[in-house]
């Protein structure tokens, strides 16, 4: 895994024998079939490759396609520069904007370990799943 800034982006990249399992643990596939996690952009997004090997973001929260957007990234992992602040954590909200989180900093914005940036995506996810009328079990 590789963390640092590219640009204005802080990205996560992770190595190519990273790339199952973190899509595993974030089940891509329950939400973007044809898709594998590449890794975070900004904290936010997802990157992502379509079967193409388009590389594309989305919104960790809520992972809908509709959400999908191209990102402009070489096909072989660009040289980030190291940021020790950030190295290890993930930024969080704790009430994610698409619920009407505040985006600020402040009292909404946590730091989560990778293990805990995955329960929370999946927690989360499956919370607008069900919110969703769309997707909404029947009751």
Partial sequence: M???????DYLILFGESEIEA????????DYLPEHRLWGLVGWDDFLV??????????????????????????ENAP?????????GQIKWYVKPIVFGG?????????????????????????????MTPATKPPM
């Fill in 22 to 29: 973190a899509s595993q643990r974030y089940r891509l596939s």
């Fill in 2 to 8: 590789q963390e640092g800034w590219f640009k204005d």
């Fill in 102 to 130: 505040d985006p600020r900093v402040g009292s909404n914005l946590i730091w989560v370990s990778h293990a805990q940036h995955a329960q929370l995506v999946l927690y989360w996810n499956q919370f607008y799943r069900w």
């Fill in 49 to 74: 490759r379509d079967a193409a090997g388009q590389s594309l973001r989305i919104p960790t929260v809520p992972l809908v396609a509709r959400y999908l957007e191209p990102y402009e990234l070489a």
């Fill in 79 to 87: 040289t980030l520069e190291p940021d020790a602040r950030f190295t």
